[in-house]
C-alpha cells in the first residue's frame, strides 16, 4: 500500500487520519480488491465527517449501534420479495412478516442422529422447568411438552 506523499498518512494502512489543511476531497473511488461476500468477521472503515474534521474508524460488525442494524434490515426488506420464492432458504415478506420461503426439505440437506442429540442436550439445558403459559416448550421431569397458552383461551 503506498503512502499519500501528501498527507504522509496512508488511512487504509494503519487508519491514521490526516490533518485538515492536507486532506484532500474526492469523489473518486478507489476498488482495492473485489469480493462476492462481506463476512462478520470482516473489518469495516467507517469515515465520520465531524463539522470540518473528517475521522476513520476500523470496526467489527459486532460494533455496529442498533440504529444502523435496524436501519440495514429496513433496506433488506425493500429488496425482499412479497412471494414465497419457494427454495426453502430465501427470507420474503407475508404481509409484514418475514419468513423463510417454503421449499423441499430434501434440498436443505439433513442432521446426523449425534448432531440432533447434542442440540437437544443443549436445548433441554435452557428449557424452563414449568409450563411457560406462552406455548412454548418445557420439561415436565425430562418429558418435553408443548406449554398451555393462555391467550387461545378466550
Known sequence: ?????????????????????QTTNS?????????QQIFHTDQIIIIRKNGNRVEVYQAKFSDLAPEVALLIIKQATKAMPRTDPSDGRSLWIDEG???????????????APTAMQKSLAEAFKVLPTSDPGDGGPWLNGGVLMRGSDSNLAG
Open 97 to 111: 412478516f418475514i419468513r423463510i420461503a417454503s421449499g423441499d426439505p430434501t434440498q436443505l440437506g439433513t442432521i
Open 27 to 35: 469523489d473518486a473511488t478507489e476498488t482495492i480488491q473485489d469480493t
Open 1 to 21: 500500500m503506498r503512502k499519500d506523499k501528501q498527507c504522509g498518512c496512508s488511512p487504509l494502512d494503519n487508519y491514521t487520519v490526516c490533518n485538515d489543511q
